[in-house]
């Protein structure tokens, strides 16, 4: 089969054997998304060897359990023991021995077929296209920030940065009734939201001292610093992207103004896709440029452009 | 009056005017302990010009409400203005317009007199002593923790430091039936928690990704580079401690384990009164020596030697 091959920060088209792991459910990708982690696995921030890619939508081609052919499917991306301490006490997406989609030691999506174990697996509604159905893991990762961290009505909630995750955060953030703004600085991010009703603020307008919780998803040291301004006394800062590297922090101030710090990643599948279904939230527009997987290095490149969105691979 | 003075990171003895506040409480203080924050101000940590200290008992000499007059009391800390935003929203001890007894432009209780608004006096009872009534604030402090965190009988947690305030924290913790351990760097701390059957963990001891809560009272890189491998996946990390200057954090765990970090600062005094009132703790073995206020000088040095706990004034 034809895939996107990733080795010592280098990317290639290659034909590799079709994936074959007992247990597991082969799935033929119809449709896959590229995101941040991806860019980054391909810089050499983080070591992975492999076939990229954790966001798609595709359709069951075998499975040891029969009546799943045939079912299109999205994936949770985290493969799991089921028996370690973090499993046992109701935290697989922190399982001790998981692999990762296409992140850690484990092919991803962005080729003709990958594998995923049954449990890992939902189906799509019929009503959803594939084109939101490729949105759930994100739109899931977005959902995780209300699953850690009680969102109210009354709240002021700030975001800064609306890029492929920060505009689902956004329009998730958006039904909860609370008052949120986002600072976002690409014309087209902007347009989105405001497309959405969804208010914007700019980085000069952000009040200090005022925000309940403030979702940082840039992933730089200015928004973590604007975040950090913004925050009122006992507010919430939610880290919802990757930091490279060490950032330096002068702590007292948190502890002064009794800050809470929440890290987020991986969300739940199941509201994720019930949302879509109810078309409570709309991802199409998101949707930069679709390629052939045999135009995936290209993808690649534009997707890594700045303000660039979501940039999808066909096969 | 006699009093302690601090200017220009230097201490000094001084007669002073007895302290006249329109509407506030004139105290005559009784016994005043030395913190990790007063010997933090006479370094320079902070800029504070006046008399130190916010740790007392005292009885009250004069008052706008007459039927204060002879009562022992201790006094919260924050004198808040009750109007703006933080106050109006239930967060007083953030006061946007706080002073803070012997912290930040009030002068504090190392001196025979203080002075403190009615509202901010709590009655002592009469069974508490003079020598456990002095510890109300930072047992206060110490109760903050269980304010903000849930700290389940469940819970696996890791207390990093038993200095001043760990051995209060510890003591609180120990009676949520938590399955507590401290590592406790010297041979006094250690006794002290053991004799009240507090159990010790060394450092090379504390199991990595295995701990729900931790708490951090050290203020040191080392005590928080510990917290962070020790806690597991959705774990909190309590920062119960002031941290000088920058330290540089590799953010990238934080959000990969997805782990919660709470500043903790004031607490309530009420509980902790309550507390010391039915001897659920015990501070009084803390007590490292007493001085008289004469040789607040010589008190503070004692203070400031590592492993040292409780040095007390006596006016």
């Known amino acids: 089969m034809q895939s996107l091959w990733l ?14 792991k007992p247990g597991e459910a082969l799935i033929r990708v119809r449709l896959a998304g590229i995101c941040g982690t991806d860019l980054e696995l391909a810089r050499g921030y983080y070591p992975f060897t492999g076939v990229p890619g954790h966001e798609f939508v595709g359709e069951v081609i075998e499975s040891p359990d029969k009546s799943w052919i045939g079912k299109r499917v999205v994936g949770e991306i985290n493969v799991v023991c089921g028996e370690c301490e973090q499993c046992r006490n109701g935290r697989p997406t922190h399982c001790e021995k998981r692999t990762v989609l296409g992140i850690v030691n484990r092919n991803g999506v962005h080729a003709e077929f990958t594998t995923l174990p049954l449990e890992n697996l939902h189906l799509v509604p019929d009503s959803v296209p594939d084109e939101a159905a490729v949105f759930t893991e994100p739109l899931a ?12 009505p009354t709240d002021r909630v700030l975001l800064i940065g609306a890029g492929r995750l920060g505009q689902l955060v956004a329009q998730s953030l958006a039904l909860t009734g609370c008052d949120l703004r986002v600072a976002a600085r690409h014309p087209l991010q902007q347009k989105l939201l405001t497309d959405r009703g969804i208010r914007l603020i700019t980085e000069d307008e952000v009040q200090p001292r005022r925000w309940d ?6 992933g730089s040291p200015s928004g973590f610093d604007l975040a950090r301004r913004a925050l009122r006394p006992r507010g919430t800062l ?3 992207s990757t930091y490279r590297g060490g950032m330096t922090v002068n702590w007292s101030p948190f502890v002064v103004d009794e800050i809470t710090i929440v890290g987020s990643r991986c969300g739940p599948f199941a509201p994720a896709l019930q949302m879509l279904e109810k078309k409570e939230v709309d991802p199409a527009a998101l949707i930069a440029k679709r390629f052939p997987l045999s135009a995936a290095l290209e993808a690649y490149e534009t997707a890594k452009q700045p303000g660039t969105l979501k940039v999808l691979l066909e096969m």
Do not use: G
Request: net charge negative.
């Open 7 to 20: 080795e010592n920060q280098s990317l290639s088209l290659r034909d590799t054997p079709r994936p074959n």
């Open 141 to 152: 990762a977005a959902l995780e920030i209300q699953e850690q961290v009680h969102i109210r």
């Open 213 to 218: 919780v403030v979702v940082e998803a840039t």
């Open 238 to 240: 939610v880290l919802k």
